[in-house]
């Protein structure tokens, strides 16, 4: 069975201080996402990568940096954590020609004091 | 421009009820289509998809059929438990792009 797997199903953060949310999949795709999701805005893409140490900005990159060191690791980094944050990060990958199927995480919800 | 429109919610709809979730599509390519559903306090999972015009995709109860001509993927299902209380996400994947495009999600809460 297909598996992607976050660090943290809750966290709670102060103003100021480094968050790291860690996603691994075990199906060996090529593609990883992370997305952030918002009451009445959906689904918004922060960052993707496509192989190990590339990655491309999405919609939303700004105060966000992401690692990907190895194929099934993908890192979401916020630097500098704000209240606007506060949100739902859901991870996700996918086969290479992105036609096929994502896989999500089952999600964290991060709320930033 | 690539973009997926849903119809706002919430549906509510009492059990045993007939279900219609609006999705259209913008027209580039020959994209792939899909249905995902998320239940409460989960990620999103695919409910179904369908990959070229006239297809029809199916999964528990649910339909959805590939129209091209109305640039459509409407899903449906003729009867509702409870236990499809979730929100639920139209997206469409266009070959070459790493990246599908979704709908903003449509939340259906069904009464006992």
């Known amino acids: 069975d297909v598996k992607v797997t976050q660090s943290s199903r809750y966290l709670v953060k102060r103003t100021g201080e480094k968050v790291f949310l860690e996603c691994v999949q075990d199906m060996d795709h090529e593609n990883m996402f992370w997305y952030r999701q918002d009451p009445g805005l959906g689904l918004r893409l922060i960052y993707f990568?496509?192989?190990?140490?590339?990655?491309e900005k999405g919609d939303i990159p700004e105060g966000y940096s992401v690692s990907r060191e190895k194929k099934e690791r993908f890192s979401l980094i916020l630097e500098s954590a704000s209240t606007n944050q506060t949100s739902m990060y859901l991870c996700?990958?996918?086969?290479?020609?992105?036609?096929?199927?994502?896989?999500f995480g089952p999600g964290t919800r991060l709320t930033v004091l | 421009g690539n973009s997926v429109t849903q119809m706002e919610g919430p549906v509510t709809l009492s059990e045993e009820a007939f279900l219609t979730i609006n999705c259209t599509y913008t027209?580039?390519?020959?994209?792939?289509l899909f249905w995902y559903v998320q239940y409460p306090g989960e990620g999103l999972q695919l409910l179904l998809k369908a990959t070229k015009a006239d297809d029809k995709g199916s999964n528990k109860g649910f339909e959805a059929t590939y129209r091209k001509e109305t640039t459509s993927f409407h899903l449906e299902k003729g009867s509702v438990q409870v236990s499809d209380s979730a929100v639920y996400f139209c997206a469409r994947a266009v070959g070459g792009s790493y990246i599908p495009t979704f709908g903003r999600g449509t939340s259906l809460i069904v009464h006992p």
């Open positions: 990568s496509y192989d190990v140490k590339m990655k």
């Open positions: 027209a580039t390519g020959y994209p792939s």
């Open positions: 996700a990958s996918g086969e290479r020609e992105g036609l096929d199927t994502q896989y």
